[in-house]
């Protein structure tokens, strides 16, 4: 039996690749394991069925037998468990892979989501122009630091790792915004990423189901 | 040798044991290993020193022989991983106790703490009153999924779990915002975590820490 991943039947991103199933299926993709994908409108995603899987109401989650697991990061740490490919086999190499991982969803994430939700939410709103510096300011910082530490490395620890995912999906979300633009080996660590078999495979299939909802009109 | 931790030297929550070392004190009392702190000035963590352990400039930091974390969540993971307390013994309610973490840090606490950032920065703003409702929507709608979830157990998921750790500790960053009032199961969860001998031991810690400093003055 193959696992079992939930995702946006119509993705708000058009194909992007920029929600959240895209992480588990690159990681799924990296250490070959099959995956079947259950599709879900924005409705469906509220209602009590998937409300008793993730209790928040959004996507991914991930079914294996008895086992049914929500947060992206708790999915690609435990698909990484349980395969060889996503973290180094030595255990202190292991433990600052994860430390990558967190950093990614709690460090890295949060500047990048505000800003992203203030230029949907709040971009007719008289004060948009004086707040969206401040939010850039954020990210800005943020991708000093990442990139200090990067420096000319391909990875950030050694190996590509589940944090070096988690850390690249993040970073995808900043296409367009320019922000990338003055840090170009974070520019080269995500073209490195995105030229990964795994990660090409994981696009193809999430751009797929953009394609049939589009052209099933 | 015990393993050992940075943390404020004068955190700027005065003694309220809302930074982040205080999730690690917990997990480390929870499990029963002695630990010592390195106390940091603001100064010294944009130092490169720190630097070199927490390419962000931020505690706490974990160091345990040749291991170096960042990364308060996957500190208390590495924790939970390694000593009997913080997680079930069975292999899938473990991977549901390391959801919950992701969920803590990934899905509550970024509105949280985007809500407190707002108060302290943009309090003087002339958007400020607009402003506040929605981030405020935004954190009880969260804390309304999560109060359905917890329903009337003790704990998210079984035993108390380092999930339960981290979703507390985050719950704990509303305190004084009246925000938790209208869900009283999740006051009572937050109520029932701050009994436990180990957080009393963590909270008194840092409050020592902070009491040294106000009276070395």
Known sequence: MSPT???FKA???????LARDMRVRWALEEVGQAYDVRLLTFAEMKEPAHLGLQPFGQIPTYEDGDLVLFESGAIVLHIAERHAGLLPGDANAGARAIAWM???LGTIEPPIVERSMATLVERDKPWYAQRLPMLEDRVRARLGELSRRLGE???LDGAFSAGDLLMVSVLLRLGGS?????????C???ARAEARPAYRRAFAAQLAVFTAASSGG
Chains 1, 2 share one sequence.
Not at 178 to 186: A, E, Q
């Open 178 to 186: 320019g922000l990338l633009d003055d840090y170009p080996n974070l």
């Open 5 to 7: 991943i939930t995702a």
């Open 102 to 104: 967190f950093a990614a």
């Open 153 to 155: 490395a391909d990875w």
């Open 11 to 17: 993705s708000p991103d058009r194909g992007r690749g």
């Open 188 to 190: 080269a660590y995500i």
